[in-house]
């Protein structure tokens, strides 16, 4: 591809300019492994008129992904908010939940959906993640477990959140919805805490289509989710306790072991198009890229930046212009579940004080990355806010205000 350069604001798609990019870039595009063993997989459940119910891929499905996590456990699911909620509900969990507020609001929903109290937590400026520090000074008497999560694929501090949980008497959950092959320490996430729960999304680094799990070490909470997710049934006509319909199909579980299949290859090229853009935003002023930790496993799923002042351009005016040139950078978790509603009007909202979840809201943006694209792409990506950059303060003066006056909210919609 010829990249043109921007030389005057003019040249800026958002003034007039030609678009950098002839087709959007997504943030994180569906990958897919082989057409040709989808269909094997697929031709399997028509062959048998199997689809649903603990059908052979499924199950099969299940095993690989414990194998490879390495835990005892792992109990599919219809997608990752219905994992998270049977979790909880067949742990019986009651009271307050410590959560992070810079998360995808799936997490809370589901609190509140169960009666339960969500506390949002703050989180680390260097890491994104839940800041232990803050999460131990929210334990109460009423807090019954510490959900956190994985953010965009960096492990938490699991060690020192579970400190916490095992202080407090509580349960220690994780959402490791971006985290699927990443690890902590060398040892692969899925594993940690009393359960971890995984979304299988088509947006994430492994995915089913829609679907998620369950992973944990204890037998008997696996065989209970198993239960759970299919109304309770033991056998055909006897029901043990409360449940519902959260079972993976066999068709997801089809695009599952596909993707299973080709994950190693996506995964390298991922870091393909993680290294350029790790080489390209090297010495930009104002970006400052969420690193990877290379002594561990990652997906390299998610690019992540933050803009400080130096870059010369507010956020969310820098978003308008990259979305302009068909570079679709979004701002997860935009702008922090407790500043959304119904949590911006409840206690929980109003009582929460946290500052950096905030500062990280303001500033960063999720770049395009992943395998659905090339690192060539990730490359001109780089050119591109190079240009910008050069041409901030004239890009300020027509399209926003300079990134000290740009604090304020963006609305409550929120993306993510
Ligand atoms: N915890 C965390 C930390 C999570 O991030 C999520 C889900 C959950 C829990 C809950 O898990 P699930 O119950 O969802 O399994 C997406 C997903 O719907 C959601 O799963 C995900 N997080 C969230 C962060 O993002 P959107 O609103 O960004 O999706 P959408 O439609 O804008 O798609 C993103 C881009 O991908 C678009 O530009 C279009 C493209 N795309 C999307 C789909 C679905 C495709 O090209 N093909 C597709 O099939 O929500």
């Not at 109990?75 to 410590?98: D, F, H, K, R, Y």
């Not at 969310?316 to 009007?345: K, S, W």
């Amino acid at each position: 591809m010829t990249m043109v350069e921007k030389r005057d604001i003019q040249d800026f798609a958002i003034l007039g300019g030609p678009q950098r990019f002839p087709v959007p870039l997504h943030v994180n595009k569906p990958w897919t492994g082989e057409r040709s063993i989808f269909d094997k997989y697929l031709n399997t459940a028509w062959d048998t008129q199997r689809f649903s119910n603990d059908g052979p891929l499924a199950l099969n499905l299940e095993q690989r992904i414990a194998d490879r996590l390495g835990v005892a456990n792992c109990v599919l699911m219809s997608n990752g908010t219905a994992a998270m909620a049977l979790l909880l509900q067949v742990m019986g969990i009651t009271g307050e939940v410590i959560l992070p507020s810079f998360t995808f609001i799936s997490t809370a929903h589901t609190l509140v959906m169960q009666g339960l109290e969500p506390v949002f937590c703050d989180v680390d400026p260097l890491t994104w993640n839940m800041s232990a520090g803050h999460c131990a000074d929210l334990v109460t008497e009423r807090t019954a477990a510490i959900i956190a999560t994985h953010a965009f694929g960096h492990a938490c501090d699991v060690a020192a959140l579970q400190a916490i949980a095992n202080r407090a008497g509580t349960a220690f959950l994780l959402d490791a919805a971006h985290a699927f092959d990443c690890s902590s320490g060398g040892v692969k996430i899925g594993a940690f805490g009393d359960a971890e729960v995984f979304s299988f999304h088509a947006t994430k680094a492994f995915h089913t289509g829609e679907g998620g799990a369950v992973t944990c070490r204890d037998d008997v909470l696996a065989e209970e989710l198993r239960l759970a997710r299919n109304f309770g049934f033991v056998g055909h006509d006897r029901v043990n306790g409360v449940g519902t319909n959260a079972k993976m199909s066999e068709l997801s579980a089809a695009m599952g072991l596909t993707n299973l299949d080709a994950f190693d290859a996506a995964v390298a090229k991922n870091k393909a198009v993680y290294q350029a853009y790790v080489d390209g935003l090297t010495g930009l002023p104002g970006v400052s890229l969420l690193r990877y930790d290379e002594s561990e496993s990652s997906n390299y799923w998610y690019i992540a930046v933050r803009l400080s002042p130096d870059f010369g351009i507010a956020r969310d005016v820098a978003m308008r212009i990259l979305q302009a040139e068909n570079v679709l950078a979004r701002r997860y978790f935009h702008p922090g579940c407790h500043r959304m509603q119904p949590y911006c009007t409840m206690d929980s909202g109003l009582k929460a004080r946290l500052p950096n979840t905030e500062a990280i809201a303001e500033t960063c943006l999720i770049l395009p990355g992943g395998c659905g694209m090339d690192p060539a792409d990730a490359t001109s990506i780089c050119a591109l806010i190079n240009d910008i950059v050069k041409n901030a303060s004239a890009l300020t003066a027509k399209l926003g205000e300079p990134p000290d006056a740009a604090q304020g909210i963006g609305g409550t919609s929120g993306s993510g």
